[in-house]
DNA sequence: ATTATGTCCTGCCAGC
DNA sequence: TGCTGGCAGGACATAA
């Protein structure tokens, strides 16, 4: 690498010794592989440490030639020395950054920050059965725990709401009540979706969600639940309703994905 | 310990 | 026309 360019601070804001420690790190090292973890990606350099990205919700890695003209929200960019393509990380909103950090673990080494984040279903070594028992231990909502990336990871609001659709479950139903089928049947679904949405290159409403190329996906298009207020279900064909979820939306069934009942705990003497 | 909530940020769009 | 407020949302810090 001939070098790196931090354009906003804020983009690398994770990188704890500050944005020119970050450049001095990256000046002439080489990129031996890629990875991912759910919503996480990293480049492995030779000296066993990696830049970790994340895209927040508007970020973009871009693969663009030195003359294409800079993104008004280009944040950083690594520049090759074999003179090809840079890579360019856009970013309107700023939820998103780049860090370097060590790696750490023998068997599967993963950026310090992200040990805790669990498998996605996407990974071959990735767990169902023991993605169903911890689901199943917690005591919170179902979607709540779907979003939960130390437990599974890659689910965002847009494949939790289209894997409880699958599974004809409502993201308010109580983790601990639920039958181990059920469990596995919104967690097989998620990675169903996440499968799918990627043959399809992704869920793009806007110019925001792009691949390296800057191109759009067409999940969107295959969207059942999310975003679908009013829309008639595909299943039953009663229309989608949005509810409020943590200040977001979450949309479902009314018919497939009955809103279970208040069960209080024991009310207090 | 686990679980819940507030916060960060910018651009777009509906409504007045 | 131009302003305001709501919305989009991932992960972490903080609170309970």
């Not at 002439?28 to 492995?44: F, S």
């Not at 690594?78 to 998103?96: H, I, K, M, N, S």
């Not at 299943?235 to 009942?261: A, K, L, V």
């Amino acid at each position: 690498m001939a070098d790196a360019q931090v354009l906003h601070p804020r983009a690398v804001r994770r990188h704890a010794a500050g944005p020119t420690d970050l450049v001095a790190r990256l000046r002439g090292r080489t990129i031996t592989a890629a990875c991912r973890r759910g919503k996480y990606l990293w480049l492995v350099t030779e000296c066993a440490d990696a830049v970790l990205a994340h895209l927040g919700m508007s970020g973009q890695l871009l693969v663009s030639e030195p003359s294409v003209p800079a993104h008004k929200h280009l944040r950083a960019r690594l520049v090759f020395a074999d003179g090809g393509p840079e890579l360019r990380f856009v970013d309107q909103r700023t939820f998103g950054g780049l860090s370097v950090e060590p790696l750490v673990g023998g068997q599967d080494p993963l950026p310090a920050p992200i040990r805790h984040i669990a498998r996605d279903p996407m990974d071959p070594a990735f767990d169902l059965e023991a993605a169903v028992t911890s689901l199943r231990a917690r005591r919170t909502e179902l979607k709540r725990a779907l979003l939960d990336q130390t437990l599974v990871s890659g689910i965002g609001n847009i494949y939790a709401d289209e894997a409880l659709w699958r599974a004809r479950l409502h993201g308010a139903r109580q983790t601990a009540t639920l039958q181990h089928r059920a469990a596995r049947a919104v967690l097989c679904a998620a990675g169903e979706v996440m499968a799918e949405a990627l043959a399809q290159g992704g869920t793009s409403f806007d110019a925001l969600y792009v691949n390296v190329n800057g191109n759009s996906g067409y999940f969107d298009r295959s969207l059942k639940a999310y975003g679908q207020a009013d829309w008639p279900c595909a299943r039953c064909g009663t229309p989608i309703r949005r509810e409020p979820f943590m200040n977001r939306s979450s949309y479902s069934c009314p018919r497939c994905q009955p809103r279970p009942r208040n069960r209080k705990p024991n009310p207090l003497p």
